[in-house]
């Protein structure tokens, strides 16, 4: 059960973190001086700075989860990556500062991937001990 915890928590901190860059990053000037004017820019946005320290977590996290013997990554990855599309595609649909506008078509793209995911999660048979 520790180990989908943190599969779960990695999951959430990676979304998180997918967030907090998209935020960060909608003044500009990642691009303007170079590398140095971009670890200033990022150095100077608590925002693209929360978004790193979960990119950090969330690996720990992952690597984490990984180690059980029983959580195949044939069930793992997907549940990162197709619960990661839906939590932010539905975020940046309610957070104001993103605005985005989900069609008909996305809706019932996300819902065909949680779906998905959902299958792979609790149809996959368990790894042998």
Same mark, same amino acid.
């Given at each position: ?7 779960? $928590? ?16 909608? $003044?500009?000037?990642?691009?303007? $001086? $170079? ?17 790193l320290i979960c ?19 044939? &069930? ?15 975020? !940046? ?16 793209? &996300? ?15 368990? !790894?042998?001990?």
């Amino acid at each position: 059960m520790k180990f989908i915890i943190a599969l779960c $928590g990695a999951l959430v901190l990676n979304a998180i973190a997918n967030l907090s860059m998209k935020i960060g990053t909608q $003044g500009g000037g990642l691009t303007n $001086g $170079g590398p140095v004017g971009a670890i200033k820019a990022v150095l100077g946005s608590p925002v693209l700075l929360i978004g790193l320290i979960c990119f950090g977590c969330n690996v720990f996290l992952y690597m984490y989860a990984l180690q059980s013997k029983t959580l195949q990554i044939s &069930v793992a990855y997907p549940i990162m990556v197709g619960g990661g599309y839906a939590i932010i595609s539905v975020s !940046a649909f309610f957070l104001p500062s993103l605005n985005e506008r989900l069609s008909a078509g996305q809706w019932v793209g &996300v819902a065909l991937i949680l779906a998905g995911v959902l299958t792979v999660a609790f149809l996959t048979p368990a !790894a042998p001990d």
